[in-house]
């Protein structure tokens, strides 16, 4: 099975942050489509992934070739196939670049699982060369929105998976990049170091068209 080369790239933060302006801004580049969220979709083919490596290693390997055992056939659970298969139903369904996509990827703000560095790291090996942008912004803001002031304590909540989100990323070198909300709504201009990172012009204009654009539910950016 062929896939196509295609460069990937995931923006990691959560609820509240600006992601969605953060997606158009990154999508005003020529050959860009990052999708939307997918509610962690990728996680059940991690878990998939993880469940066959995880057996495979549990059972004997010249028993369970046998046809009369329980376990039959998953001492062979082809591990470099599975993610070849895994980044092809993704592209196909989840990510469904067009014909001039240089860049595709997806925004989500569900990164908050404990094994996050070992999700982080099967992206990694099914999207090889994926680079991840983190989004943050003041979490006193985030906590009193509405999509957080229903939950116990939203401040540490928040706080806790930003945390995590940072902790795993430290690890990846220049295979991360953040940004903060707050200071490219009133700046832009310090979003030409997120786009020398990605080897992208940044082109002015249209990233204040973006900024001028509503998104999600907070409306225009910039007044």
């Avoid at 860049?103 to 404990?114: A, L, M, N, P």
């Avoid at 094994?115 to 943050?136: C, I, K, S």
């Avoid at 990846?172 to 940004?179: C, F, I, K, Q």
Wanted: proline residues 5%; glycine residues 8%.
């Amino acid at each position: 099975m062929t896939v196509r080369e295609l460069d990937h790239v995931f923006v990691m933060t959560y609820g509240r942050s600006g992601s969605t302006l953060l997606m158009g801004i990154l999508n005003s580049i020529p050959g860009w489509l990052l999708r939307g969220e997918n509610r962690h979709a990728m996680r059940h083919l991690y878990d998939f992934h993880r469940s066959g490596l995880t057996e495979r290693a549990r059972v004997d390997p010249a028993r369970a070739s046998q046809p009369t055992h329980p376990w039959f056939g998953i001492e062979a659970f082809p591990e470099v196939a599975s993610l070849q298969h895994i980044r092809a139903l993704a592209e196909a369904t989840l990510l469904r670049p067009e014909h001039d996509t240089r860049v595709t990827g997806y925004k989500e703000i569900r990164w908050y699982d404990d094994d996050l560095p070992d999700y982080v790291d099967f992206l990694r090996q099914v999207f090889p060369g994926a680079r991840f942008v983190v989004n943050t912004r003041n979490l006193e803001d985030v906590a009193a929105s509405n999509y957080w002031t229903h939950k116990d304590d939203p401040l540490a909540q928040v706080r806790a998976i930003e945390d995590k989100i940072l902790g795993t990323v430290a690890g990846l070198g220049d295979a991360a990049y953040r940004v903060h909300y707050d200071d490219y709504v009133a700046d832009p201009e310090v979003l030409r170091g997120l786009f020398d990172w990605l080897g992208e012009a940044y082109d002015q204009n249209r990233v204040e068209s973006v900024l001028a654009t509503p998104h999600s539910r907070r409306g225009k950016h910039r007044g």
